[in-house]
């Protein structure tokens, strides 16, 4: 698990009940290191790309929570690059998911938010990094997973 970076925009329609909102974010996950298996080599991994989200319902349980239900897409580039056998160039490979969000909101003072959520989905398109050691024998570094999940927090102003 890595922190990233995300900046987001929201429209849509401030409410309980049939509330829609759009929103749409770039995220940035730095290049860091991890281990090669059975090797005292590292790779480093980073990504950048985009999400969209859809919440059509919100639900405020009390005057300044709001909780909401939400459909999305990611879509980006996962790069990749070792030092093992022998410098190996950046290398990218598309990565998308499909997920289901649920987002809490907490309206703190007029016009500010602070925001939590979490998000489970399903990848667009499987891939793996590996590297060929001598002999010809190949090691995953990494494969995208079946599964995605994320948790992110942050916060938010409202614009007229």
Do not use: H
Not at 2 to 21: I, K, N, Q, Y
Not at 25 to 33: E, G, I, K, M
Not at 90 to 112: H, M, S
Request: aromatic share 18%.
């Amino acid at each position: 698990m890595r922190p990233g970076v995300s900046a987001f925009f929201e429209f849509g329609r401030a409410g309980r009940g049939f509330a829609p909102t759009l929103g749409a974010a770039f995220v940035w996950v730095p290049a860091s290191d991890t281990s090669i298996e059975g090797t005292n080599n590292v790779a480093r991994f980073g990504y950048f790309g985009g999400r969209g989200t859809l919440c059509p319902v919100s639900w405020s349980p009390a005057e300044r929570l709001e909780l909401a239900p939400c459909v999305g897409a990611d879509f980006g580039r996962l790069s990749a690059s070792t030092d093992y056998p022998e410098p190996d160039g950046e290398r990218a490979v598309f990565w998308g998911k499909g997920f289901l969000q649920a987002r809490i909101r907490w309206n703190f003072w007029d016009g500010f938010f602070g925001e939590t959520f979490g998000s489970g989905g399903v990848p667009f398109y499987y891939d793996r990094f590996a590297v060929t050691r001598s002999g010809n024998q190949e090691t995953q570094v990494f494969a995208v997973p079946d599964v995605a999940a994320d948790l992110g927090i942050g916060v938010g102003a409202y614009f007229p």
